[in-house]
């Protein structure tokens, strides 16, 4: 079929041309985006008389009606078209014959497509924001139940202190907060009208550009056209918060996994959110989290790939910068399906706090504290230090642990142990004493939680 834009061409390109050149398959995504543009746009060329009003308000019923039409299924989209601009504009002329061909006065599909692009990722920045506040509020959830759980705190996966599993979830819960904040400042940057910039140099016509981004619900408008029709910053940027987003619940996925090992059984996951094996009976695996895991990947290959598609090209439109949208799409998409399921997985987690205590006593967590005790004792950190990893040592050995060690033992290595070292490093008191700012005892966590409550 001759294109709407034959002319200086027949418009008679061969049929794998067109598969090749068609982006309908993933940009009528945009229908909603592209129809409430129009309108907007039909209306700003009447008030400054570049339409009549008369044709405008054709216009704006045909489109409303199309619009009502694709939202009840009534429409189709036309698979065969060339994108959902064609589609739109197409079906428009269709039915109001002429007049529907005076739509596109004014500007052109690259402003139009960014336009589109921009309106539809401000609201799955919205979406995405929600989702995350949802899973901000299941780890609030588990951190209020489990306040004063311990478990011990690992550097390079060796056991280090102990922490309160509150704690351990508060800081994803920092994490996921500055991840909404990073949503939330995109969005702002994207939240720019590129309409009226037309193909890339602006247009002849008296437009107010101001009003139809006003129209649109948009903060400002672009003020260079060439930059407006050139732009994919809000795409890299929205990938790149995306993809740090997803490098969070991927960091959280692989402590999931290691929890619910039978090696760790610090946690199990519920049976809506694990799967069994086809062959071995006794597995209960957690492929939820090794899924987000896994898809954190791909997000990152969207972000690359688009960084990539964009390092090389002139101002001002390239045909390339089609490719913008599979990559965003697939991010939004896959980063919600990630947060859709990891709220309720963890909302529904049950916390095995015995092993976790089981786990805090074993592995000499409490040095730091046995080594503190001396310095308040009088001796300088150094040698405080030394004395404990000796006595670590002596209890290594003697398959022993601090706590069962006995006084006479202690004062061996320096005269300053007294009764009370027993209190010292008592897991719950290594725990209650780090109320540093920040750190992981209750009264902290505490505080962590009301901060984390007044910021979502
Ligand atoms: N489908 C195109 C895209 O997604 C729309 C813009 C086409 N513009 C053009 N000059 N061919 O980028």
């Not at 890299?236 to 999931?256: G, T």
Request: charged letters at 25%.
């Amino acid at each position: 079929m001759a294109k709407m834009w034959a002319g200086r061409t027949s418009g008679e390109t061969s049929k794998i041309a067109d598969d090749f050149n068609s982006s309908i398959r993933f940009d009528c995504k945009m229908y909603q985006q592209d129809i409430k543009g129009s309108i907007a746009h039909a209306m700003m060329l009447a008030k400054q008389n570049i339409i009549t009003k008369e044709d405008a308000e054709i216009l704006v019923d045909a489109l409303a009606q199309i619009l009502e039409d694709l939202n009840s299924g009534a429409l189709e989209i036309d698979m065969e078209a060339e994108d959902i601009h064609m589609f739109v504009e197409q079906v428009l002329t269709t039915r109001v014959g002429d007049v529907g061909k005076k739509l596109h006065t004014a500007r052109s599909r690259n402003d139009q497509v960014a336009l589109d692009l921009r309106m539809y990722l401000r609201d799955e920045c919205d979406e995405i924001v929600e989702l995350v506040t949802n899973l901000i509020k299941a780890l609030c959830n588990q951190a209020e139940e489990n306040k004063s759980v311990i478990m011990p705190g690992y550097t390079h996966l060796q056991r280090a202190q102990p922490v309160t599993f509150s704690h351990h979830m508060m800081a994803y819960a920092m994490m996921l907060l500055r991840d909404i904040d990073r949503l939330k400042d995109c969005r702002k940057r994207m939240n720019v009208s590129p309409i009226g910039c037309c193909a890339l140099a602006g247009t002849t016509y008296d437009t107010d550009r101001y009003f139809e981004a006003q129209q649109l619900q948009f903060d400002s408008i672009a003020l260079n056209s060439l930059d407006g029709v050139s732009d994919r910053d809000f795409c890299v940027e929205m990938l790149s918060s995306i993809a740090i987003l997803m490098m969070h619940l991927s960091r959280f996925s692989e402590e999931l996994i290691l929890w619910s090992s039978w090696e760790f059984k610090f946690v199990e996951l519920s049976d809506s959110f694990t799967t069994g094996s086809s062959i071995m009976p006794q597995k209960k695996n957690p492929e939820m989290a090794e899924l987000v895991r896994g898809t954190t990947a791909r997000v990152y290959g969207d972000l690359m790939a688009t960084l990539t598609m964009l390092k090389g090209l002139p101002l001002a439109y390239n045909k390339d910068m089609q490719e913008d949208k599979e990559s965003i799409f697939d991010a939004c998409e896959t980063v919600k399906m990630c947060l859709k399921v990891f709220a309720p997985m963890i909302d529904t987690m049950s916390v095995r706090a015995d092993n976790m205590k089981k786990a805090a006593s074993e592995g000499f967590i409490n040095a730091t504290d046995l080594a503190d005790y001396l310095v308040k004792k009088g001796l300088p950190f150094r040698s405080a230090y030394k004395i404990s990893g000796s006595i670590v040592a002596y209890c290594i050995e003697n398959k022993t642990i601090l706590e069962e060690l006995p006084l006479e033992k202690y004062k061996e290595y320096s005269e300053l142990f007294e009764n009370d070292v027993y209190d010292e490093i008592d897991l719950t008191t290594c725990v209650n004493k780090r109320v540093s700012v920040g750190g992981t005892s209750v009264e902290s966590v505490e505080m962590q939680l009301k901060f984390v409550k007044e910021n979502i």
